[in-house]
């Protein structure tokens, strides 16, 4: 009989600065006592904005109505499901959860996957189980086994592996290797919420967005200097690397979750650098008239080589792009925004071109790049600014364990806590390695200037644009315009799923007048005015229905009880789940 496994992520808390006591590890006092875990009291092992498992989805952090979704960590579900051995998946667990559910198992392997900001919790984690359970046999993998500290655990677990898990475990447990890979059906966000208001799937698939996890391969061809995935795989790393391959996935996974019209978020770090492999996928969009939708991460190199439409053809509905900064630096790879023909890129254009086209463009700027002073910086803010996209996303240069950036950094002595270079320096430092705070000493900028810039850009980008429902149903209208009467059958199905979520989203647009839900007279006009829109152009009205206004008083009534307090609430996970995976590809959520 082949052992049994348990694959887990780290534990909560998530998004807290408050130290650790029992209530929060989900033990008693006596349980602490009994497992030696007295010195854990009083520790920080998370960060309020480097918690992995609930995310503000709204990358403008100023958005005082956020969208929350409760993120899984794919990975042990994704070895788990290409595994013959049956396997428990769990996520979200306190450390007491886990504790017990590893007693209700009783496990061989334990498998703990996380980043770089999670060490302390896993150190926590090691110690708790190799007490409880001196038996059973841990292995550490994900991003987070390149730390240094990581050598202190190297006499107690049974591996720490920078392997991809799958062919870890086949291998360990005698399975075949040959096996192709599947993607697990897989919701990213199982809970939700909109406003304060739970959102459940229904009313997700109402809005087009209920996004599946579908993982087609790992890292990246760039290995750009501070990029801290593909230089953990020295590269890209394919799973399912033809185009036949990857949209038999997808059509799988949509018949799993009984989803005709899914959005899939592609696990890749430049999806469109795959060109061969992508047109495949469209070809097989128009045969079958598939019209899925994909959100996906990509170079602006890797978009210029395809054409608007064929992009949209492709399913592209929301795209990721990284600008990091107006002006060159070491930390650059300059490939990225060079096209294929030798020309540099032009941002603005390539956003808008997007944007008329029906894709939402989310744009990530860093900060605190080596070789950019403060005013290098602020002009970097105002340059994404300017780019008017969907979305942004604002963090701090932060180099990671593994990186050639964070190699010289250490070497050159310019990190602010050079003890988190050394395998006896204190753990603890690593969750403050967020993205959000600064941990380089640059020339021309200190770190209170950085701090200050990743929380005006936010508040800048949110008075700018407002919330992220509103940016993404313009663009939605802006692609039905563009395509509403195109010959091409294709992009008419796919401008009229854009018409549907620009209807849906209508009663939104109404309870967005209501003042008490954060929005300045500018951005309660921006979102009246697209409403209006909406009814003349995509419905041929001449106002909102009854059932618009009605939904619209709902979601004012429910937003309005929404408090800090509330919002705290949504935005931890607040229990455990726990999948189970009874034998090769079997999978049941509990």
Same mark, same amino acid.
């Given at each position: 009989?082949?052992?049994?496994l ?7 808390p ?16 006596r ?7 007295r010195a854990?009291?009083g ?6 904005e480097?918690h ?12 005082p ?18 595994l013959a051995a ?5 996520e979200w667990l306190?450390l ?7 007693a209700a198992e009783?496990?061989?392997f334990?498998?703990i ?8 919790k896993v ?5 708790a ?5 001196p ?13 240094p500290?990581?050598e202190?655990?190297a006499?107690?677990?049974?591996a ?7 062919a870890?475990?086949r ?8 096996r ?26 109402l ?6 996890f ?7 061809r760039m290995?750009c200097?501070?990029c ?12 399912l690397p033809?185009g ?5 996935s ?5 018949r799993?979750?009984?989803s ?11 999806f ?5 492999r992508?047109v495949?996928?469209l ?18 190199r890797?978009?210029?080589e395809?054409a608007?439409?064929?992009?949209v ?20 790879n300059?490939?990225k925004?060079i096209?294929?023909r ?12 997007l ?8 744009v990530?700027?860093m900060?605190?790049?080596?070789g ?15 780019l ?5 996303q ?8 593994g ?5 010289e ?7 602010l ?16 390695f ?5 941990q380089?000493r640059?020339?021309?900028?200190? =770190?209170?200037? @950085?701090?200050?810039?990743? %929380? #005006?850009?936010?508040?800048? /980008? ?7 429902? $509103? ?6 209208l802006?692609?039905w315009?563009t ?5 091409d059958?294709?992009l008419?199905a ?8 620009c209807?849906r989203a209508? =009663?939104?647009? @109404?309870?967005?007048?209501d %003042? #008490?839900?954060?929005?300045? /007279?500018?951005l309660r006009?921006?979102?009246?005015? $697209?409403g ?6 995509v419905r ?21 009880r929404q ?8 935005l931890?996970?607040? %229990?455990?789940?726990?999948?189970r995976?009874?034998g090769?590809?079997q999978?049941?959520?509990?």
């Amino acid at each position: 009989m082949a052992p049994r496994l348990l694959l887990c992520g780290a534990i909560r808390p998530y998004g807290t600065d408050a130290p650790l006591d029992e209530r929060q590890l989900g033990l008693g006092r006596r349980e602490v006592e009994r497992l030696g875990l007295r010195a854990w009291l009083g520790r920080r092992v998370t960060s309020a904005e480097a918690h992995t498992n609930a995310i503000l989805s709204n990358f403008a952090r100023g958005d005082p109505q956020p969208i929350v979704l409760h993120t899984r960590n794919p990975g042990p579900a994704f070895i788990a499901y290409n595994l013959a051995a049956d396997a428990t998946v769990a996520e979200w667990l306190s450390l007491g959860e886990l504790l017990r559910l590893i007693a209700a198992e009783r496990p061989a392997f334990v498998g703990i996957s996380s980043l770089t900001q999670e060490f302390p919790k896993v150190e926590l984690m090691v110690t708790a189980i190799r007490s409880a359970f001196p038996d059973v046999r841990i292995v550490l993998g994900g991003y987070g086994v390149v730390t240094p500290q990581i050598e202190r655990l190297a006499g107690q677990v049974f591996a720490v592996t920078r392997e991809e898990g799958v062919a870890f475990f086949r291998r360990l447990l005698g399975e075949d290797q040959a096996r192709p890979y599947r993607n697990p059906p897989l919701r990213i966000s199982p809970r939700m919420s909109l406003l304060g208001i739970p959102l459940p799937v229904p009313l997700r698939r109402l809005l087009h967005f209920d996004p599946v996890f579908t993982a087609l391969g790992l890292g990246c061809r760039m290995r750009c200097r501070f990029c801290a995935t593909s230089n953990y795989w020295e590269g890209y790393r394919p799973l399912l690397p033809s185009g036949r391959e990857a949209y038999a996935s997808m059509r799988e996974l949509a018949r799993a979750l009984g989803s005709p019209q899914p959005f899939f978020w592609v696990n890749e770090d430049d999806f469109l650098d795959h060109h061969e492999r992508n047109v495949e996928i469209l070809r097989l969009n128009e045969r079958h008239g598939t019209t899925a939708a994909i959100g996906c991460f990509s170079s602006a190199r890797a978009i210029q080589e395809y054409a608007p439409e064929d992009l949209v053809k492709l399913g592209v509905d929301t795209v990721f792009v990284s600008l990091e900064s107006t002006r060159p630096s070491a930390v650059y790879n300059p490939r990225k925004k060079i096209d294929g023909r030798g020309r540099s890129i032009d941002f603005a254009a390539l956003v808008a071109t997007l944007q008329e086209h029906g894709v939402s463009v989310f744009v990530s700027t860093m900060f605190g790049l080596p070789g950019n002073d403060f005013a290098d910086n602020l002009a970097d803010m105002e340059h994404a600014l300017a780019l008017a996209p969907t979305a942004w996303q604002w963090s701090v240069m932060t180099p990671y364990p593994g990186t050639p950036l964070y190699e010289e950094l250490a070497r050159t002595g310019r990190l602010l806590h050079p003890e988190v270079a050394r395998p006896d320096g204190d753990g603890g430092r690593w969750v403050e390695f967020d993205g959000m705070t600064p941990q380089v000493r640059l020339e021309g900028v200190v =770190p209170e200037q @950085l701090s200050w810039l990743i %929380r #005006e850009a936010p508040r800048r /980008a949110y008075l700018q644009g407002g919330p992220t429902l $509103l940016g993404r149903v313009g663009v939605a209208l802006r692609g039905w315009r563009t395509f509403r009467r195109t010959g091409d059958s294709l992009l008419r199905a796919l401008a009229a799923r854009r018409a549907e979520l620009c209807s849906r989203a209508l =009663p939104l647009l @109404l309870a967005y007048q209501d %003042r #008490e839900l954060g929005l300045d /007279a500018s951005l309660r006009e921006q979102a009246l005015d $697209l409403g209006r829109r909406i009814v003349v152009e995509v419905r041929g009205a001449r106002r909102p229905t009854l059932v618009d206004r009605a939904a619209a008083e709902i979601i004012r009534l429910c937003a309005r009880r929404q408090d800090d307090a509330r919002l705290r609430a949504a935005l931890s996970p607040g %229990r455990g789940v726990v999948n189970r995976s009874r034998g090769p590809w079997q999978w049941s959520e509990s």
